[in-house]
């Protein structure tokens, strides 16, 4: 299962592109999809930049082949986001006047640590469904058919500490311009696109440091064409490989 974008195949399923030796050595492996990540990893001989961004799995930000950068912790529950939010003067301001306009969602869920997730999260809040999974993909199909070339900047940052990715500053965002009345397909656009530029962001910091030369693509979430053209646009020097987006 291939698809074209900006004149490059990419696999989104299917090992029918690789060598049959490699095939045959990811499919032993108990964690196949490591396996396939190994194998992506041992096609490049730059300092490699890899940005595996699943649906399925924990993501992971992976500088020269073993130091995975990205700390992402999700919540469980939106009261433990709200509770995050509402622990500085400025969060609960926003909660506040946000619980008068819309209404706040409540109960637990399941996510894994990775962006999709983070996304299903947003999704529920801006009305796309009540389960992470199905508001996340009908989010993400809605922001690819749309004909939007520009969506509004969306906050992805770092804790203080510089260590811890800080989800609730991307929910406090997109609470803020739903606030504002910007339409919830303009926001939905701008948190896949400004996710490019958070990951064009912390590439151009490792490649300022000359810790990396090359950013490899890689994962299910990628398979959202706004998100993979975003990425090919912005990033320097950003590689596809021959090798499936999932097994």
Same mark, same amino acid.
Do not use: W
């Given at each position: %299962?291939?698809?074209?974008?900006?004149?490059?195949?990419?696999?989104?399923?299917?090992?029918?592109?690789?060598?049959?030796?490699?095939?045959?050595?990811?499919?032993?492996?108990?964690?196949?999809?490591?396996?396939?990540?190994?194998?992506?990893?041992?096609?490049?001989? *730059?300092?490699?930049?890899?940005? =595996?961004?699943?649906?399925?799995?924990?993501?992971?930000?992976?500088?020269?082949?073993?130091?995975?950068? @990205?700390?992402?912790?999700?919540?469980?529950?939106?009261?433990?986001?709200?509770?995050?939010?509402?622990?500085?003067?400025?969060?609960?301001?926003?909660?506040?006047?946000?619980?008068?306009?819309?209404?706040?969602?409540? &109960?637990?869920? =399941?996510?894994?640590?990775?962006?999709?997730?983070?996304?299903?999260?947003?999704?529920?809040?801006?009305?796309? &469904?009540?389960?992470?999974?199905?508001?996340?993909?009908?989010?993400?199909? *809605?922001?690819? *058919?749309?004909?939007?070339?520009?969506?509004?900047?969306?906050?992805?940052?770092?804790?203080?500490?510089?260590?811890?990715?800080?989800?609730?500053?991307?929910?406090?965002?997109?609470?803020?311009?739903?606030?504002?009345?910007?339409?919830?397909?303009?926001?939905?656009? &701008?948190?896949?696109?400004?996710?490019?530029?958070?990951?064009?962001?912390?590439?151009?910091? @490792?490649? =300022?440091?000359?810790?990396? %030369?090359?950013?490899?693509?890689?994962?299910?979430?990628? =398979?959202?064409?706004?998100?993979?053209?975003?990425?090919?646009?912005?990033?320097?020097?950003?590689?596809?490989?021959?090798?499936?987006?999932?097994?």
């Amino acid at each position: %299962e291939v698809f074209v974008q900006d004149k490059r195949l990419i696999v989104k399923r299917g090992f029918d592109f690789i060598d049959k030796k490699a095939k045959d050595i990811i499919f032993s492996k108990d964690d196949k999809n490591m396996a396939r990540i190994s194998y992506i990893l041992s096609l490049f001989d *730059e300092k490699s930049f890899l940005l =595996e961004l699943s649906k399925d799995y924990d993501d992971i930000l992976l500088v020269n082949k073993e130091n995975n950068i @990205l700390n992402l912790k999700l919540p469980r529950s939106f009261e433990e986001i709200f509770n995050e939010i509402s622990k500085d003067s400025i969060g609960a301001r926003l909660l506040k006047n946000f619980s008068s306009a819309f209404r706040l969602n409540s &109960g637990k869920f =399941e996510s894994k640590n990775n962006f999709f997730s983070l996304f299903g999260i947003v999704a529920m809040i801006l009305g796309f &469904g009540d389960d992470i999974k199905q508001a996340a993909n009908k989010m993400l199909n *809605e922001v690819d *058919e749309s004909r939007l070339e520009r969506g509004v900047k969306i906050d992805y940052r770092l804790k203080e500490n510089l260590q811890e990715f800080d989800y609730t500053r991307t929910v406090r965002s997109v609470m803020s311009f739903m606030l504002a009345g910007v339409p919830s397909k303009d926001i939905a656009y &701008g948190l896949v696109e400004s996710l490019a530029y958070f990951l064009r962001d912390t590439y151009d910091d @490792l490649r =300022e440091k000359k810790q990396v %030369e090359i950013a490899i693509i890689s994962g299910s979430l990628f =398979e959202s064409t706004t998100l993979l053209k975003n990425s090919l646009k912005h990033i320097k020097n950003c590689k596809t490989s021959d090798v499936a987006l999932r097994i």
